[in-house]
């Protein structure tokens, strides 16, 4: 590990060096075992802000791309590609940037990109209608309807998509993909299988859904909204004359409104409350009225083959089998 620690830290100081040598800022620098930290705090501001860009990661975008990086992506039509989209995913408590750097399309001609504030899937979106803070029309944004005044696109949750449209051969856009941190995430499609979580809705009126797009054991561990200290409430479907409640939601799209209530939680409780749900895609979702803090921590790993051969035989258990 010190070795390549070592050899990390002289690659760096060789590509500082030749930085700086051409910015004229070589003169502090004499020492290689000099410290990364350290040796970052001698440059020049300049320099400094220069520097992420030149180690930012590149390559070419597909028509049909998933990206999870930071970075540049370029993409140029070797023939005409008409339905193209690309699908942006950040950890959950990040929120996505686009960036325009450069494009070369025919608006005129057909040719268009827009952006997303969310994902869209066989006609489904994610977040769905009522659980996101833009009406419809406000989370798409046209390049070449607001080109000239938009040259950035913010998400609102941890996954934006591109569609973009090219008719001739050689037109071209590049994109810079940035990540921030998201002091309040609310809506969230999970990158992994398994994980833990926990949701928080600061007494705003809000929903918050959380997507697992796997079929999933969930535990439960801690559920509270602020207004009850007694035992859970469970039913099918039991809350809906609370404002106030957490539903595990199960099916085959992204559209929380469009899948099936598994059950609902309104009353506080300390878990674990333990479920198997071998559907294609397993929510978490909270509703708040906004009066209480309302939280909900839980935990989820990918279902095995043997568990899901058992919930096919026997879907009492579950019902995304036989829907």
Same mark, same amino acid.
């Given at each position: 590990?010190?070795?390549?620690?070592?050899?990390?830290?002289?690659?760096?100081?060789?590509?500082?060096?030749?930085?700086?040598?051409?910015?004229?800022?070589?003169?502090?620098?004499?020492?290689?075992?000099?410290?990364?930290?350290?040796?970052?705090?001698?440059?020049?501001?300049?320099?400094?802000?220069? /520097?992420?860009?030149?180690?930012?990661?590149?390559?070419? &975008?597909?028509?049909?791309?998933?990206?999870?990086?930071?970075? !540049?992506?370029?993409?140029?039509?070797?023939?005409?590609?008409?339905?193209?989209?690309?699908?942006?995913?950040?950890?959950?408590?990040?929120?996505?940037?686009?960036?325009?750097?450069?494009?070369? /399309?025919?608006?005129?001609?057909?040719?268009?990109?827009?952006?997303?504030?969310?994902?869209?899937?066989?006609?489904?979106?994610?977040?769905?209608? !009522?659980?996101?803070? &833009?009406?419809?029309?406000?989370?798409?944004?046209?390049?070449?309807?607001?080109?000239?005044?938009?040259?950035?696109?913010?998400?609102?949750?941890? %996954?934006?998509? %591109?569609?973009?449209?090219?008719?001739?051969?050689?037109?071209?856009?590049?994109?810079?993909?940035?990540?921030? =941190?998201?002091?309040?995430?609310?809506?969230?499609?999970?990158?992994?299988?398994?994980?833990?979580?926990?949701?928080?809705?600061?007494?705003?009126?809000?929903?918050?859904?959380?997507?697992?797009?796997?079929?999933?054991?969930?535990? /439960?561990?801690?559920?509270?909204?602020?207004?009850?200290?007694?035992?859970?409430?469970?039913?099918?479907?039991?809350?809906?004359?609370?404002?106030?409640?957490?539903? &595990?939601?199960?099916?085959?799209? =992204?559209?929380?409104?469009?899948?099936?209530?598994?059950?609902?939680?309104?009353?506080?409780?300390?878990?674990?409350?333990?479920?198997? /749900?071998?559907?294609?895609?397993?929510?978490?979702?909270?509703?708040?009225?906004?009066?209480? %803090?309302?939280?909900?921590?839980?935990?989820?790993?990918?279902?095995?083959? !043997?568990?899901?051969?058992?919930?096919?035989?026997?879907?009492?258990?579950?019902?995304?089998?036989?829907?």
């Amino acid at each position: 590990m010190r070795v390549m620690e070592r050899t990390f830290r002289e690659q760096l100081f060789f590509l500082l060096l030749c930085l700086s040598v051409l910015k004229g800022d070589c003169r502090y620098i004499e020492n290689n075992d000099i410290s990364k930290d350290e040796l970052y705090s001698l440059l020049s501001a300049d320099l400094r802000r220069e /520097i992420p860009d030149l180690l930012m990661y590149r390559r070419p &975008l597909r028509c049909l791309d998933m990206v999870a990086m930071e970075g !540049q992506f370029t993409f140029t039509a070797e023939s005409p590609q008409l339905s193209c989209a690309a699908f942006f995913m950040a950890e959950p408590t990040e929120l996505i940037t686009v960036e325009y750097d450069s494009v070369d /399309i025919d608006c005129s001609g057909g040719d268009f990109i827009t952006m997303f504030d969310g994902w869209v899937m066989k006609g489904e979106k994610f977040p769905s209608s !009522q659980d996101h803070p &833009l009406p419809l029309h406000e989370r798409y944004v046209d390049y070449c309807s607001s080109g000239s005044v938009r040259k950035s696109v913010h998400s609102s949750q941890n %996954v934006a998509m %591109v569609f973009f449209r090219i008719h001739s051969a050689g037109s071209s856009f590049t994109l810079t993909v940035r990540k921030h =941190i998201n002091p309040f995430p609310c809506n969230v499609i999970s990158q992994s299988p398994e994980g833990s979580y926990t949701m928080v809705i600061p007494q705003q009126h809000r929903n918050c859904s959380f997507s697992i797009i796997y079929p999933v054991a969930i535990d /439960i561990s801690e559920f509270s909204l602020g207004h009850h200290n007694n035992f859970p409430k469970r039913s099918l479907p039991g809350c809906a004359e609370s404002e106030d409640y957490v539903q &595990l939601l199960g099916g085959s799209g =992204i559209d929380t409104s469009k899948l099936l209530p598994i059950t609902d939680l309104c009353i506080t409780f300390t878990g674990p409350t333990h479920m198997k /749900i071998a559907c294609e895609n397993t929510v978490v979702r909270m509703v708040s009225s906004g009066r209480f %803090v309302s939280r909900v921590s839980f935990s989820y790993r990918l279902l095995d083959s !043997q568990e899901l051969q058992t919930i096919k035989l026997n879907n009492v258990e579950d019902f995304c089998f036989s829907n």
